[in-house]
Nanobody, 123 residues
Framework: QVQLVESGGGSVQTGGSLRLSCTTT????????MGWFRQAPGKEREGVAY???????TYTYSVKGRFSISRDNAKNTLYLEMNSLKPEDTAMYYC?????????????????WGQGTQVTVSS
């Protein structure tokens, strides 16, 4: 059974940093595309960053240069390093995975999801 569990969320002030982690079980994560999505209150869920099974990364424009996605296949863990956080980054952050080598860029492209971890950035 595939399971994804996020951790690392919290409350920070503008300009602060957080590192999210997503621990996966039930599959060999190196074979999977993985990504981070977020959903703010009243808004649709949006893709934040993706990492292909070969390590290639993609970011949504609003986080480029501030966020960094990485994976440690030996630990079956996905990370999202978030720096220079802004109030507009406030959202529930979700880890997602799919058994394909290259990531799609929408929710429908990911079969497995975690429960989410809350990130709140205050001004």
């Amino acid at each position: 059974q595939v399971q994804l569990v996020e951790s690392g969320g919290g409350s920070v002030q503008t300009g602060g940093s957080l590192r999210l982690s997503c621990t996966t079980t039930g599959y060999t994560s190196s074979d999977y595309c993985m990504g981070w999505f977020r959903q703010a209150p009243g808004k649709e869920r949006e893709g934040v960053a993706y990492v292909d099974s070969n390590g290639g990364t993609t970011y949504t424009y609003s986080v480029k240069g501030r966020f960094s996605i990485s994976r440690d296949n030996a630990k079956n863990t996905l990370y999202l390093e978030m720096n220079s956080l802004k109030p507009e980054d406030t959202a529930m952050y979700y880890c997602a995975a799919d058994y394909v080598p290259l990531c799609g860029d929408s929710e429908a492209d990911f079969a497995y999801w975690g429960q989410g971890t809350q990130v709140t950035v205050s001004s």
